[in-house]
């Protein structure tokens, strides 16, 4: 197979299958299950309406309390697949593989390594979870390389066309000893990149993976990014969030323009006690016709939906609820990873 010829796909392109892995009583959902299932029903379900869904279950128990749920909530069961494999935690965003086909429809899966957002958390099993699932046949004839380099699917966003976007803060706190031009090769010439985009700014409170791109700011188009604003002076996120802004108003095309910018409103704060949480619209899926939209049960969330409507001509948007999913720091994207067309046969 030819390395040079793969290619990065974007994430509006066509997909077979969305990835995800179900919440069970030995994950950190234990304390919450109830809820959380019922955030995962609406998410497959929705799913199920434009595409195939692969849930990863712990084992037979586990699955077939999965099968019972969705069943019970009507959810189209032709378009769900199970799959048993060990995990950690239900973030495939950051354990699946990150695909990469080549024009002759080969398919190249790359399995980083996986240190739970560095070392934060027990991460071993979903360190193996793509390599399990590789040698299980999910993916058919796929070859997986093993690249021993930590990074996390929601670390990055491609434009499918060459170009990456990602956050100095998490790569630098993954790799503290390597220089912005050694990860700037590194990431170019694994994932097949022409260039890098690097923003400076824009964390949110209540995020553990030091500033994943997919909380931030997202590709819609190879020329147009959709991000997270916030247009509250009061509110802690207002500086760091404008200066990211600032950072995608200086970005350019690859062919000298600047980008569509597509400013996602802001959610109230949305509060665990103390703690704050992560409430985020730019940790959107992108499915086949459709995009899906984190919900905060916030008056924004109307507003937030016609922004993506509009950076996402000819896509319905589908509002999902996700307070119970911001419990545990994430989101939509944060708990799928999209496998494009050709990765795996659908039945």
């Known amino acids: 197979?030819?390395?040079?010829?793969?290619?990065?796909?974007?994430?509006?392109?066509?997909?077979?299958?969305?990835?995800?892995?179900?919440?069970?009583?030995?994950?950190?959902?234990?304390?919450?299950?109830?809820?959380?299932?019922?955030?995962?029903?609406?998410?497959?379900?929705?799913?199920?309406?434009?595409?195939?869904?692969?849930?990863?279950?712990?084992?037979?128990?586990?699955?077939?309390?999965?099968?019972?749920?969705?069943?019970?909530?009507?959810?189209?069961?032709?378009?769900?697949?199970?799959?048993?494999?060990?995990?950690?935690?239900?973030?495939?965003?950051?354990?699946?593989?990150?695909?990469?086909?080549?024009?002759?429809?080969?398919?190249?899966?790359?399995?980083?390594?996986?240190?739970?957002?560095?070392?934060?958390?027990?991460?071993?099993?979903?360190?193996?979870?793509?390599?399990?699932?590789?040698?299980q046949g999910l993916f058919g004839d796929a070859t997986l390389q093993s690249v021993d380099f930590a990074l996390e699917g929601g670390a990055i966003e491609t434009d499918g066309q060459g170009t990456l976007l990602t956050t100095w803060t998490c790569l630098n706190e993954r790799h503290p000893q390597a220089s912005r031009e050694q990860l700037t090769a590194q990431l170019a010439e694994t994932l097949r990149q022409q260039r890098v985009l690097w923003l400076e700014n824009g964390q949110l409170e209540g995020d553990d993976t030091d500033a994943h791109i997919d909380t931030l700011a997202r590709f819609a188009a190879p020329d147009a990014i959709v991000f997270q604003a916030c247009d509250d002076p009061g509110d802690s996120h207002h500086v760091p969030l404008q200066a990211m802004a600032t950072e995608l108003a200086a970005l350019r095309t690859t062919d000298g323009q600047p980008y569509r910018l597509f400013p996602l409103p802001w959610a109230r704060p949305l509060r665990d006690g103390d703690r704050r949480l992560a409430a985020s619209y730019a940790n959107f899926l992108i499915l086949n016709g459709a995009v899906l939209m984190p919900a905060y049960g916030d008056a924004a969330d109307a507003e937030a939906a016609a922004v993506l409507k509009a950076a996402f001509p000819g896509r319905e948007v589908v509002q999902i609820d996700c307070r119970p999913i911001i419990w545990q720091n994430g989101s939509l994207h944060c708990l799928t990873m999209q496998l494009p067309e050709g990765v795996v046969e659908n039945h």
């Open 1 to 135: 197979m030819s390395q040079t010829a793969m290619r990065f796909p974007a994430e509006w392109e066509p997909q077979s299958a969305i990835l995800i892995a179900w919440p069970h009583q030995d994950t950190d959902w234990a304390e919450r299950l109830g809820e959380v299932e019922d955030a995962y029903i609406r998410l497959v379900d929705a799913i199920t309406r434009f595409q195939p869904a692969i849930i990863v279950v712990a084992d037979d128990d586990v699955e077939a309390y999965a099968d019972a749920r969705l069943r019970s909530n009507r959810v189209d069961m032709a378009r769900v697949r199970f799959v048993t494999a060990p995990y950690d935690d239900t973030w495939l965003r950051d354990t699946g593989p990150i695909t990469l086909r080549g024009a002759d429809g080969s398919t190249l899966l790359l399995d980083f390594r996986f240190t739970g957002w560095g070392g934060k958390f027990q991460a071993s099993a979903d360190d193996a979870l793509a390599a399990e699932l590789h040698r």
